[in-house]
């Protein structure tokens, strides 16, 4: 009988404990994340992250004016733009991409923008882009794709004020073509052209004849613009375009169908969807180098969209989809076979070096198509069965909680946000004093001496800046040096602008279906 009592009791002691665990798991789980904070702050990284004559309206204080010689030995104005992550060099393609990411989620999600009162924050980081695109867009086939030298910049430690680092121009023209970085461009400019359209039409319609100029640059005078010889070779060590021109040339094609409604763009997106790897390529990563799966996703939504419109192109736009619907079941798991990595905690995970951007990517996609989904009353075909709008919309927003603090480390990788984020980011200006608390000259080298080696957290917070996050264990090191996970980009949170949008509808607007779609971890 005593042996019985003693059963029952640790029977008992065992279903309360589960249930403790159980219980400290939601609580855990379903922790409420401020998207209005998380969406002001990301806007000011780009803040930043600016080059140039910084405006009169510049939040982030302890930024100055830097680059401001930048294309004078080539005669050329190239000053602004952004540099794209912790260090000085103005690459081309991943700031296009940056902003054709900033221009989607504003054409997506512009009223939830608004509604949080983050819209012209929004609109100014795509201009910021965009005035120096222009710039850039000397003539109609010529276009400057990098200012600097990745090598030179990557010796010196210092300041952007303080920059004595090469600042030589590199462009791509008729002889040294580049029709990868002129299609993405393009891409940027034609959705920024949609962006403005009803604000500023006249900045829309230059950006629009901009944007196509370089999209008939780009495929009459074909070419990676990272050959060794001739064009940007320098920038192969840093943005190699692995993927070809191709999906970029898909990319802005289509982009210029969406800004002009021209058929010619629309009868380029199909007749070059086997040849250039449109319907063909099945990818598992959308990035500033492989755009593949977002062209696939908007061609997909030209099936909804004036349906009798598009009909005779039905059958290549839902190849694009079968396409885009195996990115979205792999980042799900739900492929056959095709499947892509989650940490133990459920972060998507692609490659060790700067995992995040990946991340936010594909949370993007996630929650455009749930909404196509929704719209359209339909459902996602994965091998492991039928996905609705909700289940979609639901994993996405687990990545993004994942990303704000609902992760094994309890840590945000979204710097300044929530009480505990990454305070050592790999970033030259945020971790040497600001030149406006201290305006002494700090050399190349001294930088490294006296700031980069120093174990006290950066002196400046670079708020809103998305880092490269944790490993394949979830497991992060806030370190300086370790630049794979603590080094920050422009194309990293340039995503989550629309997603943060789209969850702050959800908080508005279906309050009651919100605790089913906790985060995961």
């Excluded at 250039?276 to 593949?292: L, N, P, Q, R, T």
């Amino acid at each position: 009988m005593e042996k019985k009592r003693k059963q029952h009791q640790s029977f008992r002691f065992a279903q309360q404990w589960c249930l403790l665990v159980l219980i400290l798991s939601l609580i855990s789980a379903s922790q409420a994340h401020n998207y209005t904070d998380a969406l002001s702050k990301s806007l000011l990284y780009f803040e930043a992250q600016r080059s140039g004559r910084l405006p009169h309206n510049q939040r982030v204080g302890w930024r100055d004016h830097s680059g401001l010689t930048d294309g004078l030995e080539q005669g050329v104005d190239l000053v602004g733009g952004y540099y794209d992550a912790g260090d000085h060099v103005k690459f081309g393609l991943p700031m296009a991409f940056t902003v054709t990411m900033l221009s989607w989620g504003v054409i997506e999600y512009r009223n939830e923008i608004g509604s949080a009162g983050e819209l012209e924050h929004a609109l100014e980081a795509i201009k910021w882009g965009t005035d120096y695109f222009i710039k850039a867009h000397t003539s109609p086939n010529v276009l400057w794709a990098e200012v600097g030298d990745g090598d030179t910049d990557h010796y010196c430690w210092q300041r952007p004020e303080d920059m004595t680092t090469s600042r030589q121009a590199y462009k791509v023209d008729e002889s040294n073509p580049g029709s990868d970085l002129a299609g993405e461009t393009a891409a940027a400019m034609a959705a920024a052209s949609i962006v403005f359209r009803k604000t500023n039409p006249h900045y829309s319609h230059l950006l629009l004849h901009h944007a196509q100029q370089l999209f008939e640059f780009g495929d009459k005078y074909r070419g990676k613009y990272d050959e060794e010889e001739g064009s940007v070779g320098v920038v192969k060590k840093y943005y190699a375009s692995v993927s070809g021109y191709m999906d970029e040339l898909l990319w802005a094609a289509l982009w210029l169908y969406k800004a002009t409604d021209r058929e010619e763009y629309l009868k380029y997106v199909i007749t070059k969807a086997h040849c250039f790897g449109g319907i063909g390529w099945a990818i598992s990563e959308f990035s500033w180098d492989v755009k593949y799966a977002g062209l696939q996703i908007i061609a997909s939504q030209l099936l909804m969209e004036e349906k009798h419109k598009h009909k005779k192109y039905s059958h290549i736009l839902e190849k694009y989809r079968s396409k885009a619907e195996f990115y979205l079941c792999s980042c799900l798991r739900k492929s056959n076979g095709s499947d892509v990595d989650h940490t133990p905690g459920g972060l998507i995970y692609i490659r060790q070096w700067n995992n995040m951007q990946y991340v936010s990517t594909a949370a993007f996609l996630l929650t455009v198509y749930s909404d196509f989904l929704r719209n359209s009353n339909q459902n996602l075909s994965c091998h492991g069965g039928s996905v609705g709008h909700e289940e979609l919309l639901r994993f996405a927003k687990s990545q993004v909680d994942y990303i704000l603090g609902s992760n094994p480390m309890n840590m945000s990788y979204l710097v300044g946000f929530g009480p505990k984020y990454p305070t050592r980011v790999h970033h030259r200006g945020a971790s040497i004093v600001s030149y406006r608390e201290n305006k002494g000259f700090i050399g190349c080298t001294q930088g490294y001496d006296n700031w980069y080696g120093r174990p006290e957290p950066n002196p400046n917070i670079i708020i809103g800046a998305l880092v490269g996050g944790p490993d394949c264990q979830d497991n992060f090191m806030d370190e300086r040096g370790n630049y794979v996970q603590t080094e920050a980009c422009t194309y990293n949170t340039a995503p989550l602008i629309g997603v943060f949008g789209r969850l702050l509808q959800l908080e508005e607007n279906e309050d009651g279906q919100t605790q089913n779609l906790v985060a995961s971890y």
